[in-house]
């Protein structure tokens, strides 16, 4: 074995016998990889699951994002989607399709990236399967399962008019990141490495964007307060607001001075929870106040109607010859 | 809406809306697709999981699979994961990635494919969740949930000398169906879609090559019957009979009477199901005897060591520019 071997090079088997020490445990997991399947704990009888694909292209560039990052941040947007619901996440399934040339160090970095940000968001929830697959577009396909604690799930639909909005995590972070990188991160037309590197020194919201950190605990402690209705920001604070309030039959009503910023208003991928609690709430972790929901219908910002699309999506915004 | 549009014309949201309706419901799912997390039933406090994917090039070909074969075979092999574990399928969450000129009818005839092949194979499980991305290459990425009804898991580690081996299931049919597609459905070095089509009506074997019916129920009836270890033939009997012995610490002697055919012992891809059962058993449903668990290790055929490898190792045997 040498840092030159290639997943091509040694084939699934051995590849795997290298990933599978650096991938965290779970302590949920009373069968782990290595089955046909794999076996997890759902102590109320029953559990909460999410899949979110990255894909090299689209999501993500290889000359910005290491491999380490590319872990972390597959973890980090799952780990979101079942905080969201007030679970705690207990596991994932990770499947990677990967051109036969990739380096096994890579596969190994990615492995690890996993492990890191599983410790730091989600301490004890581990990889419990996986699958390993050649491919011309390198893709990571990550499935995430979570636990109740026998609470009910906190759906996008419960707000009602009367009741605070309220916001953990970064906003427009992410986005401010992703405009850093493509406006002093390419050099030539191209993606480059070197100056990500610096640049991601120098500024934060290039780590928001490339290894996000969003508040996962926040999620059961959201729940354990009494929200009413919770998503993660995939897309945007505007886009994913709309969709709580349409899902609830509100409107909310967005404060500018607490929110930050047109880019926190619009930018996607900071991951961060949306939530809606009774006006009387004492806030838990780091929630905060940006909002009021009202009766109407969709998002406003300081009482007049925001329709701007914000967010990000990929089938309209992805140019495939960028890269 | 026309036949014409297409995911990157339509969009992500207007896409789903169509694939949505489609979708097969699960008996198990207490919050379906739609939120930021599903949420399933796990009566017995624990939920067996695989995943696996399938990639357009090493898993499969445009010319020669439809988009319904791609569905049903994408939930095949996964419910056959679940089902040798002994568990009973409950739910599917979903990934998939597509250029942005897939027709969306495509999309539609996958999530048909997914539906009839879980109506076929599983009923009462269906699709809780899932996620669709823009890629280059055309990927599916299906991670399947079971309910061992309070059971332990059938593991792969079980087997002890003196039990009976025994399958259900095909065997080496998937293989002769791929080997009969390049034979004759290859024109001009290229796979050829109306060949495929003429010899899909002449030979069986191709139907289980494109779009397998596994036992699924099987899994649960070896279960319930004692089965002491179990897994599905995604890889060929000779190579997953070796897995299962090098798992149980012993060795299995096959009889190639039984087995049938050189192709039914190296041909992967059946999906069949392969275990083990104390020597007076009454086999359930389709199981059928093939050999005997002895002492040693490794694979036996008529007592003689068989080392071959067979099977398909997507790794060493793709060959990218064949395509």
Redesign the interface.
Known sequence: MTTADT??GI??GA?LARIFPRLPSASAA??GPG???????????????????L?????FRLAWSSAHDLGWKAAASNL???A??G?VPT?L???V?AP?ETPVTFLEEFADGLRDGCAAMAPGCGV????L?????L?F?V????D?EGRA?I??SGARAGEVVAVSGVLGAAATGLRLLFAEAVVGGEPDAAAAASLRLARPEVLAQLAPTPPIADGRLAALAGATA???LSDGLALDARRLAM?SGVALDLALSAVGSREALTGGEDHSLLATFPAETILPGGFRVIGRVVSGAGVLVDGTAFDERGGW????D?N?ERG
């Open positions: 997943l091509g084939g699934e590849t009373l069968v089955d046909d399947s794999a076996l997890l704990e759902a102590p109320d009888g029953r559990f909460v699951v999410t899949t979110d694909m894909v090299h292209g689209p999501d979101a989607d079942v969201a619901m679970a596991g399934v990770v499947a399709a036969a419990v399967g996986g699958d697959s050649v491919s011309a577009t893709t396909a499935t995430a399962f979570g109740l799930p759906l996008r919770m998503l993660d899902a999506d990929p089938y309209e992805w495939g």
